[in-house]
């Protein structure tokens, strides 16, 4: 039996025209859709250690389904992550190699570690067919539940969850609409879908949101959607805290970058409609976590 959870969906009670069904990722093995991608990239290459770089979530969900096949683990992580996320990296076995991103990039670091280990296998979070096609799972999902959607957001960082819930839209001949949520701190696929062409950002850009981190979206992932996202919420920092709040109100406790989804929702106000807002995950340390709810409280 796979390890990997059934999605929560969640009607969401507000005073607002439209109607919002959450779908929850934060029950899923190890606190994030990342599970989904880990799984199945472990469960399909024929390595003995895999290496890779993460703000946590993938890291997480690697190391545990490595774990569980009795590999080897080492995640490249940012000095800056949530420590309950370096930690939990780390109760799963796996090797953490933390790096100052302002003087050395995570794909420099995974780089050097897998020149002295050419038997590594090296496991991109989102620029991967297995990581598309684990997520892809969670669209497959969606489209079997019967909800009426008129539209699904998923939160963007590489691309990697938003291809794969467009990849299992099409294996289920779904045609409902994916837009993304992104930080405006960091909007370089909001960009990319703009100009037609995949941008990058100058170097990782430093939003709450730490899984949309990300330099730019990956190349297999770009393919997929600069032709088949329908549109990005460019979601600013404030509206992501005012988000937080909103869920913590309601007793639904979830990370920033999951909190993208609403956020945008908040920020830009649809008249009416019945939206899917996707939770990317909950992991998170409990004191940052407590400091970014109150800011977003005294917002409202």
Same mark, same amino acid.
């Given at each position: 039996?796979?390890? +990997? ?16 069904? %959450? ?27 895999? %290496? ?15 774990? &569980? ?7 490249? &992580? ?17 090797? +953490? ?7 050395? /990039? ?17 496991? /991109? ?10 997520? @892809? ?21 590489? !691309?990697?969850?938003? /291809?794969?819930?467009? @990849?299992?839209?099409?294996?289920? !001949?779904? $045609? ?15 960009? @990319?879908? *703009?100009?037609?062409?995949?941008? *990058? ?27 088949? &996202? ?13 988000? &937080? ?15 993208? $989804?609403?956020?945008?929702? %908040?920020?830009?106000?649809?008249? /009416? ?7 990317? !995950?909950?992991?998170?340390? *409990? ?7 109150? *800011? ?5």
């Amino acid at each position: 039996m796979s390890p +990997v959870k059934a999605t929560q969906f969640i009607p969401l009670e507000l005073d607002k025209p439209y109607r919002i069904t %959450l779908i929850s990722e934060i029950e899923q093995t190890t606190g994030s859709f990342k599970f989904r991608a880990a799984w199945n990239v472990v469960c399909s290459v024929d390595a003995d250690h895999f %290496l890779a770089a993460s703000s946590g979530n993938f890291g997480q969900a690697l190391a545990c389904a490595a774990a &569980m096949k009795n590999k080897g683990c080492t995640i490249v &992580m940012p000095v800056r992550s949530a420590k309950v996320k370096i930690d939990a990296v780390r109760s799963y076995g796996a090797v +953490v190699e933390l790096v100052d991103t302002r003087v050395q /990039s995570r794909a420099d670091k995974v780089a050097e570690i897998a020149k002295r280990n050419p038997d590594y296998h090296i496991a /991109s979070a989102y620029d991967c067919n297995f990581v598309i096609q684990g997520n @892809s799972s969670l669209g497959v999902e969606i489209a079997r539940s019967g909800i009426p959607f008129d539209r699904v957001i998923v939160p963007v960082g590489g !691309g990697g969850l938003s /291809s794969g819930i467009i @990849s299992g839209f099409c294996e289920e !001949g779904c $045609t409902v609409p994916v837009w993304g949520a992104e930080p405006l701190m960091g909007n370089d696929a909001a960009r @990319s879908l *703009r100009e037609g062409v995949l941008i *990058r950002n100058e170097q990782e850009p430093q939003t709450v949101a730490d899984g949309a981190r990300t330099v730019s979206l990956g190349e297999k992932n770009w393919e997929i959607l600069k032709t088949s &996202m329908n549109g990005i919420y460019e979601v600013t920092e404030a509206a992501i805290f005012r988000s &937080m709040a909103t869920l913590a109100n309601l007793g639904i406790e979830v990370e920033p970058t999951g909190a993208l $989804t609403l956020g945008a929702l %908040l920020e830009n106000e649809p008249i /009416s409609g019945h939206y899917g807002c996707i939770l990317s !995950g909950g992991n998170f340390d *409990r004191d940052s976590y407590s400091e970014l709810v109150l *800011r977003g409280s005294q917002m409202e």
